[in-house]
């Protein structure tokens, strides 16, 4: 009796680490969306400045006021972005593999005990 206790307390630990990793999941997931929607936007922007003349007036709009750029500051400064938002992904996407594997390993655990726990149920039985 007192094994199926303690399996299944450690069922529930495990459970509960189970679903720690599931939430952490569906965060990483929801800000690898943001990240993805923030770089087709700086994408975009980047096109939009390969059309555009050399000379053309580039306007940063910084709260309620417009600034003036140059091409040359503004293409800089979207080609940080797009480097910053990539080095972000590439964190996101290795965070999410470690987290990932934990989360196969703790769900392969609590299947494991649950077996456990049902064998030693039908040898009471």
Request: proline share 1%.
């Amino acid at each position: 009796m007192t094994d199926i206790k303690q399996l299944a307390e450690q069922l529930k630990k495990s459970t509960a680490k189970l679903q720690e990793h599931e939430a952490e999941l569906n965060t990483l997931s929801k800000n690898r969306s943001k990240l993805l929607t923030q770089l087709n936007e700086n994408q975009m922007v980047s096109k939009e400045f390969d059309l555009i003349d050399e000379n053309a007036s580039i306007y940063k709009l910084n709260g309620p006021v417009l600034f003036k750029k140059t091409k040359d500051e503004a293409v800089s400064n979207i080609n940080g972005r797009l480097e910053i938002i990539n080095n972000n992904l590439k964190q996101i996407d290795a965070k999410y593999k470690d987290v990932e594997k934990l989360s196969v390993d703790e769900r392969s655990k609590v299947v494991d005990l649950q077996q456990k726990i049902q064998a030693l149920q039908q040898k009471q039985q």
